[in-house]
């Protein structure tokens, strides 16, 4: 095959060197707009594994490149006068110049022709190429030729940051925060050769303007910053390598991705590689190595195709579709980082004390997770676990087992939780005009057998018309009371949970099948009247709800106080009531189904007017010291709808009201909403409702382990986990999952103790079996 690379970045240049190495006969050309062995940049890093596929790809380059690096295990935090450091994280970094210095050597050792100072403004020139490699960077002229076809979505982030480097040999990834009297800076550090460190400096663009910095040149925004991290620096000076750029040197971030990666021009088959197809923000590290396994791919997608010119159209779709994959992946973790960054001092550095921080700063991409740093660092680990256990009241033995985050007594109010496992309310559509009956009893009582400290029923309806379906629970009546007293009284009685109710009204979802039957299809007879806050249905074919008058609003809040009052007659421990999903109290706080122009409709507070209005109205009927949670839609999911800082905005309406807890969901709002899944999916809006609004929250969503649980409340993005399906699947989830971690403090069901050694036992054997395999 003709192969050109355009662009003698990572990306280019590894592809040239791999498909030459791999099938000698192509005729592979780089061309770099640059002189030889000319390049700009400070340091590059990636990680082990990135490192251990370049062994396994081109064992030269690799070793060249293993020659020059410099390897670090320790990541070390400065912040609030304390130094702390952890170990085992691999990270691998090498000057950008000296690392595509090899690249180009390598390709020239065999045989790939280069092409230096040469600017390549339409890919066309190269008419004879099978294949062209478009790995021109961010700023490509060939994406920006073909972008209706590639569509690439570019979204400028907020922070700015600069970045520098100094003389000072650093010996772990450092992150030095410091703050100013208009807010906080961070520095990102890492040594890349034997005494050369890249210094990348960060702040919101708020703190950029209050100090200046648009109106400073490189000379004086290096001096601002070599006076802040003085300390850092030790008498060090800092440098700038943007000596071409005029003006301010400070960045805003650009996150690239491209709908389409390659494209037929009439001659070549032209693909996007590396910057060009993606970016991935520096707070992970990820760019080189994503510029990397691009090439990798390439290149064994070939390999699989035998090298075939024919096949080039379904090499690339292959390309595509693995490497698209990885990306997403990799730029979540990066979004997760850079938003961590981003929000850092109005979230977490005024609050958090500093060994939170570090925690929380360690898995702020939520890809490392709480076992993962105990492979990392089981010492460092340990000592964090104590230090939260200590917090959380628990005043641990010298050298005694201390319980993991997820297995901490939670206080709010005069309730004690055990542990900070909750079973999610979860519709199960089985009851008969609202009554409790044994199956509930069975669900719930198996549920609290099964070591969550609290247990919800399914949102319970507060009249017959606040039903979703005719299989929902109820409590409008003494019947369905007494029902909920035999669930009550058996958790008390034989477990040490709790119990809530998760208190309801399903407003414009309501009057539909039970699910196995049709999700949110209407019933076909037997239905009732709706209510919502407007006159919208929630499907086309969906009964038309009846926008709610003052009259109606008088009677709701009624059912609503009336069911609050035989809930503390019957013994719950802690009320939560529903605002989300598109339920009722949901419509009225989300634009998408609030149309109203009264005092109901259109600012926050009127949206949330009725909502407050019944939160209040429970708050007084129940007691002082038992807590109240709200279940809200952190996001809508869809255009003009609410928004994480919508939702921040009535978490904080609903704080001041007197609410304990934000339950934090989101989306169900409408029917056509594009929620954006995936694990721990829902965190990152706990997190900021948590640390922004200072009120407690619990999370939800795509927790399925212990791991999940552990990462989430030793980092402070939640207090409690909401667990649902998992705890359909297995009732005694928290007992096995505490097993399965080697926690033995929680105790089993006397009934059942006999079972618990040999339950663990099939574990150790099982994992005993696995390593042997490995």
């Known amino acids: 095959m003709r192969i050109v690379c355009i662009g003698g970045g990572p990306a280019g240049l590894y592809f040239a060197l791999l498909m030459k190495k791999q099938h000698p006969a192509h005729h592979v050309t780089l061309v770099e707009r640059n002189r030889p062995f000319d390049t700009f940049g400070w340091g590059v890093v990636f990680s082990d594994a990135t490192m251990q596929a370049m062994r396994q790809w081109d ?25 702390i450091r952890t170990t085992g994280h691999g990270f691998v970094g090498i000057g950008r110049k000296k690392m595509l210095n090899i690249l180009q050597e390598r390709c020239i050792e065999l045989g790939v022709e280069m092409v230096f100072e040469r600017e390549v403004v339409n890919e066309e020139e190269f008419a004879d190429a099978d294949l062209v490699i478009a790995a021109d960077g961010v700023n490509s002229r060939v994406r920006a030729k073909y972008a209706a076809i590639f569509k690439p979505d570019m979204v400028v982030r907020p922070n700015r940051y600069v970045w520098l480097g100094t003389k000072k040999r650093f010996d772990a990834f450092t992150f030095d925060f410091r703050k100013t009297e208009h807010g906080w800076f961070q520095a990102h550090i890492y040594r890349f050769d034997a005494d050369t460190s890249t210094f990348i400096v960060e702040t919101t663009e708020d703190v950029f303007e209050a100090h200046g910095l648009g109106d400073m040149d490189q000379d004086q925004s290096i001096a601002f910053c070599e006076k802040l991290f003085a300390e850092t620096l030790d008498g060090e000076s800092l440098m700038s390598n943007a000596r071409h750029l005029r003006g301010s040197s400070w960045l805003n971030f650009g996150r690239l991705i491209c709908e389409k990666w390659s494209h037929f021009n009439g001659n070549s088959h032209v693909v996007l590689m590396g910057d060009s197809a993606h970016t991935a923000h520096f707070a992970i590290g990820s760019g080189t190595k994503l510029a990397i396994d691009d090439a990798i791919e390439l290149t064994r997608q070939f390999d699989l195709a035998r090298h075939d010119a024919k096949n080039i159209p379904s090499v690339l779709a292959a390309y595509e579709e693995v490497r698209r994959v990885d990306v997403a992946r990799i730029q979540n973790a990066a979004r997760n980082a850079m938003e961590w960054f981003e929000v850092v001092g109005k979230r977490y550095a005024d609050t958090l004390e500093p060994e939170q921080f570090m925690y929380s700063m360690l898995t ?41 985050p997820m297995f901490t007594p939670y206080t709010v109010r005069d309730l004690t939780l055990h542990n900070r496992i909750v079973v999610s309310p979860m519709a199960m559509y089985s009851a008969t005009d609202g009554l409790p009956d044994d199956f509930h009893l069975v669900h719930i009582g198996a549920r609290a057998m099964g070591g969550a400290a609290l247990v919800f029923p399914e949102m319970t309806c507060v009249s017959p018309d606040a039903r979703i379906t005719p299989g929902c629970l109820g409590l409008w009546n003494g019947e369905q009371a007494a029902g909920f007293k035999r669930m009550v009284d058996f958790v008390h009685r034989e477990t040490p949970a709790k119990i809530g109710i998760q208190l309801g009204h399903a407003g414009r979802k309501g009057a539909t099948k039970v699910a196995w039957e049709g999700t949110d299809q209407p019933v076909e007879e037997g239905g009732w009247p709706l209510l919502s806050a407007s006159a919208l249905p929630y499907l086309e074919h969906s009964d038309m709800p009846r926008a709610m008058t003052r009259k109606d609003m008088d009677r709701v809040v009624a059912d609503f106080v009336s069911a609050t009052e035989r809930a503390l007659e019957i013994g719950f421990d802690i009320l939560e009531l529903h605002a989300a999903h598109g ?61 994480p800082d919508d939702a921040a905005i009535f978490a904080r309406m609903f704080k001041d009201a007197g609410a304990d807890l934000i339950d934090c969901s989101s989306g169900q709002v409408v029917n056509d909403d594009h929620p954006v899944y995936g694990r721990l999916w829902q965190t990152p809006m706990s997190d900021k409702i948590r640390n922004e609004i200072d009120v407690a929250t619990i999370a939800v969503g795509a927790i399925s382990e212990a791991d999940h649980a552990n990462s989430i409340i030793a980092a402070g993005r939640a207090d409690l986990c909401a667990v649902a399906r998992p705890h359909l699947a297995d009732p005694s989830f928290v007992l096995h999952e505490a097993a399965r971690i080697g926690y033995g403090g929680v105790a089993w069901p006397k009934q059942y103790r006999t079972a618990r050694q040999q339950y663990e036992s099939n574990l150790a054997r099982a994992a005993a079996e696995a390593a042997g395999k490995r």
């Open 583 to 643: 339920y009722l109290l949901s419509s009225f706080l989300s634009p998408l189904t609030n149309k109203r122009t009264d005092e109901y409709g259109g600012s926050h507070e009127n949206r949330a007017r009725f909502p407050l209005e019944v939160f209040r109205a429970i708050r007084a009927a129940w007691p002082a010291e038992k807590p109240i949670s709200v279940r809200l839609s952190t996001t809508d999911w869809h255009e003009g709808g609410n928004t």
């Open 59 to 83: 064992p030269a380059t690799a070793a060249t490149i293993e020659d020059a690096f410099n390897h670090w295990d320790d990541i070390e935090l400065v912040f609030k006068g304390r130094k």
């Open 364 to 404: 702020r991409s939520q890809r490392i997770s709480h076992e993962n740093l105990r492979l990392r660092d089981k010492d460092w680990l340990e000592n964090y676990e104590r230090w939260f256990a200590e917090r959380a009241g628990i005043d641990p033995a010298p050298n005694g087992a201390v319980p993991p």
